[in-house]
């Protein structure tokens, strides 16, 4: 499952728009959505149409640990499901006061549907406080929607400060990306926010940009998505074209992952006879979940066995390999990690890195 969550600190830059209307292009592409909301205000459910959820089924009893997430959810249609919240959820930080690993809470309670969904998209909310943090452990990429109506380089710069904090000091790798949003050309004021963005951040901005659209507006207040209310607009194309800018990703990872992988024992010449067992060996503590996944496995995440020895207790999986350069990653109670003990990476295509070993 690819996770991104929708951030910024700034209230209507267009965050829930984008959650929306994203979730709803990647379902009508045939990918398996999962939304949550993860603003108290629930506007992700308004802008579906969908009344908030008043019940004790929300996102607020998910992360408390009293329901599983399954409980939660709530299918929109054939490939959208959602979880959606109420204000309740407003009290999750005050309720969490003190409480270990409280931002973790989101990424833990989502081990059981990994492999339920394509996507998880999470909308957040106007402040950088414990349900973004729990949205962020709980996602590899970010995206930040910067209106440009509202345009201010500082309030972007601090944001990705905070980001660039949290990824040194929990080890957790996010890839952000920047989406210009209510973007009108006609304006100099708009293209040169663009220019201002793409001039400081040439590898983070999105190419697609989100034009000012007032039917936008329109449809978040008839409950329907940009792709149910007018398909001829131009906020309708331009959210297509982020879709396809976010599923190529996707295309060029899995075409990485076919050119690398390892030979099949009726494509090599070698056999069983030429392959080696490398032992993958990864310190965490005994209650840790740890799995791994690489071109070995066509990265699908298996787990690895804690091995008590006195001294040294590790968890540990033996894997035989045929001669050649495998790429790899750990997935530690649900967060992608790179290999500590191994300082060999290379580019993932999500801006971040993963392992390699060379057999
Ligand atoms: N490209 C656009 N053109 C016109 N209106 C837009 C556009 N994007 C969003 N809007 C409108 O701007 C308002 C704020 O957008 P949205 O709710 O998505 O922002 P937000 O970042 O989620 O806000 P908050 O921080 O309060 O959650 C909404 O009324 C929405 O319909
Ligand atoms: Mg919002």
């Avoid at 909301?37 to 969908?50: F, N």
């Avoid at 060996?281 to 066509?298: L, S």
């Avoid at 300082?343 to 060379?358: H, L, M, P, Q």
């Amino acid at each position: 499952m690819r996770k991104i969550a929708l951030v910024n600190q700034k209230g209507g830059c267009g965050k829930t728009t984008t959650a929306i209307n994203l979730a709803c292009c990647l379902a009508d592409d045939g990918k398996k959505v999962l939304l949550i909301d993860l603003d108290p205000q629930g506007h992700s459910a308004l802008g579906l149409g969908v009344e908030s959820d008043q019940s004790e089924n929300s996102i607020y009893e998910v992360l408390l640990g009293q329901i599983p997430i399954t409980k939660a959810v709530r299918t929109l249609n054939k490939n959208l499901d959602a979880i959606f919240c109420n204000v309740v959820l407003s009290a999750f930080e005050q309720v969490m006061a003190g409480a270990p690993e409280r931002e973790y809470k989101l990424a833990r309670s989502l081990e059981g549907i990994e492999n339920d969904y394509d996507y998880l998209i999470i909308d957040s909310p106007p402040s950088v406080g414990l349900l973004t943090f729990n949205g962020l452990m709980a996602c590899e990429e970010v995206i930040i929607p910067v209106d440009s109506s509202s345009f201010s380089l500082h309030g972007l710069g601090k944001l990705l400060d905070t980001i660039r904090i949290i990824e040194e000091k929990t080890g957790h790798e996010l890839s952000v990306k920047i989406l210009a949003t209510n973007i009108d050309r006609r304006t100099n004021f708009s293209r040169g926010v663009l220019e201002t963005l793409r001039a400081h951040f040439p590898e983070k901005c999105f190419e697609t940009v989100i034009h000012t659209c007032t039917r936008l507006r329109e449809a978040a207040s008839h409950g329907e998505s940009i792709n149910e209310y007018d398909r001829r607009c131009v906020a309708f194309r331009d959210y297509r074209n982020l879709t396809h800018e976010i599923l190529d990703v996707e295309d060029a990872m899995k075409a990485k992952m076919a050119t690398s992988r390892p030979l099949s024992e009726d494509e090599g010449p070698l056999g069983k006879l030429g392959e080696r067992t490398v032992t993958f060996t990864f310190d965490a503590p005994e209650n840790a979940v740890v799995q791994i996944a690489g071109d070995f496995n066509n990265w699908s995440a298996e787990g690895l066995h804690f091995t008590d020895s006195p001294s040294s207790p590790a968890w540990q999986k033996p894997i035989s390999l045929k001669p050649g350069s495998y790429q790899y990653k750990y997935l530690i109670d649900g967060h992608w990690m790179t290999d500590p003990a191994n300082r060999k990476t290379v580019d993932d295509f999500f801006g971040g890195a993963n392992s390699v070993i060379d057999v």
